[in-house]
Structure formats: structure tokens, C-alpha cells
């Protein structure tokens, strides 16, 4: 907009009234002469806006949008006409505005002309538009223009929910009352969440359309609008259509099920479902479908498969989505043979078969997603990996991938899991992951202790913003750190997170814990509290556990004896747990064992291992011979209690005791985990195992391992040089730049002559030693361990 520049100040060209004067003082006892005067001004006559010559299409967007908003099309018709002799192009928020012009008149001529030149221009792709084109239509009386209009933005790929608003408005206010119903499902199919207001109202509106019509009687309309309350989660208005309704028939009872069952009151399914069948309605596949999905996603696998053993009874035949739903519930019982049951159905009726029969290349996608989760969570990883491999390389989605990535992660190998998501994010046409497949990634470097891994992830993260919207992948990421060695740094994620749950404060405080910090522990239990969060259960044993781990006796009871006092919070077998592991640590074997007799539930194996743990700590003979023999009775055979009871006859010199607990080891069957360790290094993790010679470099670690032993042998003598860890150590050493912390990883807890030796070994070594067992982490430096003693 050309604006003429602005007179000097004291230029006679310039209005009188911008001219400086000098000061004049009031006179006394008028104060408001200043101001009277001031509105005796004459004012600048406001310009008209057709009065204006703008430059940027910007500027007359804003007058044309001005005008037609103020209700008077034809000054906006003029601005337009203006516009275009000017010389200045349009852009995709230009016709929206002169669209709305039309449809204020209502001129059907003047819209199509619009039409035409948005096609002559190059905005056909345009949403905004293309969106104004359908509703002037609709509003013209030309519904059949605005779905010709609507049905090509579809083959476009551009609608967007502002589209499908426009499509069922236009239907409405057309009197074309069943295409509204039909687009608004269709709509609710195609977006897939939940519900805007802007939605919802246009609902009641089509539901008072179809009563004013005195159309409420057809039962196509009534299972419309029952299913439309129903998928926007207005289950009470729902219900009140659906009783309302003089007839019914099993879509109806559908629409009611599945809406139950979808917006989380599954025992109001449930009612309806056994209500149909008292009512002898038949039931369909969609019926049966809906309940085995409502139990399959509250994981109750059991009763999901007996609805469908019913629904095989029936002769109903399931279709893919009840195979989908029962997989799932398979997986969640690790039901393996009935899943691979189903999967023979599913090859059977083409469930499956890319390009045959079946439902398309989509329903088999989700199949075949459907029986790869089920293996992996069966822990039948080949066949899991054969269903993967099955699926094209193209055709694979963003959940195929994250389906093998995450089973590996949880259940499997979690360098595969790794590799995987390399070959993800790195084909050909890569597929970008999505929030769970970033958390299973995360998961997979925490069970390897990758940090380095974890922290490209987290950078990815970062350029991705996953953690400003996704509080998951937050609290993945504290979870990782933690247990990668590196709590700072999840305390800083913590730090940075603009929300938290009570996962947050709980993973932040079991990585503090099994550092062995109880102290910061306590401390975040504290601020905890005072941001409002209220503990639960997993909460205390994080607690209890750091208390434990850190010596902290008295406070670890203080805290036992609060739970249910002054929090309601239950004690379980694993608070017991915690207790008798820190009354063990202690000494104090007796209150241990009397905790355990006054338990109100009966202990579990967990309570009684805890015991022997501590047994093995103070050579308590008596005790631990109870232990072994209480476990025994459950059926427990766990290779490390065995270990742990032969350890403690061993100590105590009695053995032949020794002798018979390994013949009753062969006799059971069971075997000693064979124990290995692995370091980080640039190029990844290296594994080793006891006595492990295979390794290309493996004469130069031993030969610097016994270079270091020979270093502290002063300090000790009975050192076992061939341990895991110990091997894992000097591959560290040689490998690490000097001062580099090395960080290993076991599987087992690591035993007393190693710890020592790390201990001692870290007094003549450049280096900080992060351990990680089984049961917590061991920092060495200068001679010293973060433990103290507590592990």
C-alpha cells in the first residue's frame, strides 16, 4: 500500500494540528483547558478500504476478507475486480474469501465462475480452495457440484477434516439427510481419532434434522446416529437414541457394543452383549469381533479366547479383524499353539496372500503385523522374523518394523533389535519411526548398555521433537541413561521435561537407586510429593530398594511401616522382599526371618532368595538350609539359589554337603548360566565368556591381565584371572583412550574376587570402571567402589 511520506514537522505543508508549539501553562483553576482544547482537534476522515491501492496480494486478501465478512459481497466483488486490474496475482486465501461472497447470494453463476478461474490458475491442489468450492456449492443448492469437488480432493490425497465437514453440511443442507449420515461415517472411519466440538455439533445438528423431518423412524437413520454418538464417545446420547428406536437389529446392538467397548466401559459391552442374547438377537462377526477385541486390549487373553472357541461353536467365521483381536490375546497369555492355529486359518481362507483373495494388501499387512507381534511375544523369534521377511520390503509400514524391532528389544537379542532399526532408517526409502519404535530403541541400548547408542537416538529425538510431545519417549530416554551408567544425564532429561507422570519420578528414582545414591533417591521422593504425585506401589519398592543398596535400615523401615498407614499403599511379596534383603544386609537375620513368619500372605520364591542372599552373606547355616528347603517345596529350581546354598557349604567347609547339592543340580536338570560380560567400544559391544579365548586379540588381554594382577598382587593373591569381567576389563583398557571410563556389563551378579580386583585394579589404571551386574552398578576409582559394601 502506497503511503505518501510522512511532512517535516514544520513544514507549511504539514497539517496545523502536528505542529509544534510552546508550552502554554493553564491558567489557574483550569486545569482542563489542555485537554478541551486537545478535542477541539479536527480529526483525519478514516479512509474507505475501496479507497485503498494495496501492492501485495497480502494486503488485498485482508480488504476483500474485510468486506465479505462485514456481510457485503459486492464491495468484495469490486476489491476482487480491482485486484485483477491491478495486476496482482491471487493466491490459495484469496477465493476462499470471495467464495464466501457467493455463497452469501447464493449465486451458483458467480461461484462457478470463481470455479473456473481457480482452475485457469493452478489451484486445484489447493485445501483452502478446494474447501470453499464445497461449501459454496452446498450452500448454492448444488450438492452434487460440492461431492464432485469433495470426491477429487480425495483422489488427490488433500482433504482434511474442514473437507468432510463441508461434504456432510452440504448434504444437509440439501435435505439429503442418509448421504449425511453415510459422509459423516465414512469421515469418522477415514480420520481415525477422536471427536473435535466442531464435529460433534455438526452431529446433533444432522440428529435434529432427521427429527424435525420426522425421519427418526427409519432404522437406517437411527443406527446412523447411534453410531455416530457412539464413535464420538457420547455414550449417554447414544444409549438415549438407541432406546428410543422402535425397531432394532443387530447393526444397532453393534453400534452400541462396539461403542462400549471402544470408549472404555467394557462391562457396559459386556451387559449388551449378554442382553442380545437373551434377546435372541443373532450375532454377527462384527459382535463377536467386538467383545474378543474389548478383553484382547484389557489383556484378559483367557476369556478373549473362550468367546471365541463360542464364536467358532456358532458357525460364525471369523474375519480379519477377529484374527487380529485373538492373536493379540494370544500373545498377551503366550498362547503359542493357539496362535499358530489361527495363522493356519489365516493361510487358509487368504487371510494373508499378497494380491490373492483376501481383503487387500492392507488387511494383510495388519495380519501378518498381527502374528509377527504374537511370535515375538511367544518368544518364537524365527518364525517371527519369517513373517517379517514375508512382508515386501516396500510394503513394510512404520508398525511391521516396530513389531520385530520391539519383540528383539523385550524378548530377544537386542543387537538384532539395533541393526533393525539401522536398516529402517537407512533403505532406500526409509520409513520414518514413530514414537514406540524410538522407545524400543531405547530399550534395546539400555539392555546392552549401549550409551552411545542411546545418545544418537537421542539426538534423533531431538531433530525429530519426539520429547516435546511424546512424555514416553522422555521417560525411555531417563531409563536409558540410567541404566547406560550415566544418571546426570537422565537427570537432566528429567530436568528439561515440560510434563511429568509418575513414571518420570519413578525411573529417575531407580536409576539413582541403583547407583546406589539412596540419598538422592529419598530427596526425589520428597519433591515427588510436594508436586502432588502420590506414590504407588512400584514407587515404595524403588525405595526400599535404594534404601537396601544403600545401608539406610532404619529409614527403609520407617518407610515399610508407612505404605499402608499413611499412604494406602499395600505391601506385596516384593516389598517383603526388599525388607528381609535389608534386615540381611544388616545382620539382622532373626528380625528377617520373623518378618517372614508374620507375612499375611504366603511367601514367594522372591521372599525366600532374598533370605538365602543374606544367608550366604553371615554363613547362617540354619536359615539357609530353611530357604533351600522352602524353595524347593515351591517347585523353584533356580540355578542361583543352588549356587548360593553350595557357596555357603563351601564357605562353612562342609563338602560333601557341596557334593550333593550339584548331584541334586544334575539330577533336576539344572544348569549354571554360563556368565559373560561385554564392553562398549567404538565399534560396538564386545561379548566375553569365562575362560574365552576366541577373541583375534585375546593373547595380548591375557598378557595385560596378568600384568595387572602381577601389579596388585601384594594386595591379593587368589585372584581368578579367566572371569568374564575381568576379561571384558583388559580388552577395556587396551582399547579405551587413556582416561576414558570403561564401561561392562554382566549378566550375573559379579562375584567377591572379581569385585575386589576391580577395585584394586583401578588404583593403577588410568581409567573410572562402571560396572553393571545383575543386581546394580559398581563405580571403581582410585581403589574404591560407589557401593561401599552393599551388593
Known sequence: MQVPPPCPEHSPAAPLWRRRRPPRTAAPGCPARGRLRRLRRPRRRPQDPGELCPQSTFCWNLLIKHEACRG???????????????????????????????????????????????????????????????????????????????????????????????????????????????????????????????????????????????????????????????????????????????????????????????????????????EMNREKVTLNVVTWSAVIAGYAQRGHGHEALGVFRRMQASGSEPNAITIISILSACASVGALAQGMELHAHALRRCLMTWGSVGGGAEEDLMVLNALADMYCKCKSFDRARAMFDQVPARERNVVTWTVMIGGYAQHGDANAALELFSQMVRQEKPVSPNAFTISCVLMASARLAALHVGMQVHAYVVRRRFEATMLHVANCLIDMYSKCGDVDAAHGVFG?????????????????????????????????????????????????????????????????RGMAGEFGVAAGPEHYACMVDILGRAGRLDDAEKLIDEMPMKPTPVVWVALLSACRLHADLRLAERASGELSQLGFDYDGSYTLLSNIYAKAGRWQDVARVRGLMRKMGVKKRPGCSWVQGRKGATTFYVGDRTHPQSAQIYALLSSLIQRIKEEKTSLLMEHSEKLALAFGILTSPPGAPIRITKNLRVCGDCHSAMGFISRVVEHEIILRDSSRFHRFKDGSCSCGGYW
Not at 541403583?514 to 512400584?538: C, K, T, Y
Open 72 to 274: 457485503l459481497p459486492f464491495r468484495a466483488f469490486s476489491l476482487c475486480a480491482r485486484m485483477r486490474r491491478h495486476g496482482t496475482p491471487p493466491d490459495g486465501f484469496t477465493f476462499p474469501y470471495i467464495l464466501k461472497a457467493c455463497s452469501e447470494l447464493r449465486s451458483l453463476l458467480r461461484g462457478a465462475s470463481v470455479h473456473a478461474v481457480v482452475c485457469r490458475e493452478g489451484f486445484v491442489s489447493n485445501v483452502f480452495a478446494c474447501n470453499a468450492l464445497v461449501a459454496m456449492y452446498g450452500r448454492c443448492g448444488a450438492p452434487e457440484n460440492a461431492r464432485r469437488m469433495f470426491d477429487e480432493m480425495l483422489q488427490l490425497g488433500i482433504e482434511d477434516v474442514v473437507s468432510w465437514n463441508s461434504m456432510v453440511a452440504s448434504h444437509t443442507q440439501n435435505g439429503e439427510l442418509a448421504l449425511a449420515l453415510e459422509t459423516f461415517a465414512q469421515m469418522r472411519s477415514s480420520l481415525a481419532r477422536p471427536c473435535s466440538p466442531d464435529e460433534v455439533s455438526l452431529g446433533k445438528q444432522v440428529h435434529g434434522f432427521a427429527y424435525r423431518r420426522g425421519l427418526f423412524s427409519d432404522l437406517f437413520v437411527g443406527n446412523a446416529i447411534v453410531d455416530l454418538y457412539a464413535k464420538c464417545g457420547m455414550m449417554r446420547d447414544a444409549l438415549g437414541v438407541f432406546e428410543r428406536m422402535e425397531v432394532k437389529d443387530v447393526v444397532s446392538w453393534n453400534a452400541m457394543v462396539t461403542g462400549y467397548s471402544q470408549n472404555g466401559d467394557f462391562d457396559g459391552a459386556l451387559r449388551l452383549f449378554e
Open 496 to 560: 528439561e521435561m515440560p510434563e511429568r507422570n509418575g513414571v518420570s519420578w519413578a525411573s529417575l528414582m531407580s536409576g539413582y537407586g541403583a547407583h546406589g545414591r539412596g540419598g538422592d533417591v529419598l530427596r526425589i521422593f520428597a519433591q515427588m510429593l510436594e508436586a502432588g504425585l502420590e506414590p504407588d506401589g512400584v514407587v515404595f519398592l524403588i525405595l526400599l530398594y535404594a534404601c537396601s543398596h544403600s545401608g539406610m535400615v532404619e529409614q527403609g523401615l520407617a518407610y515399610f
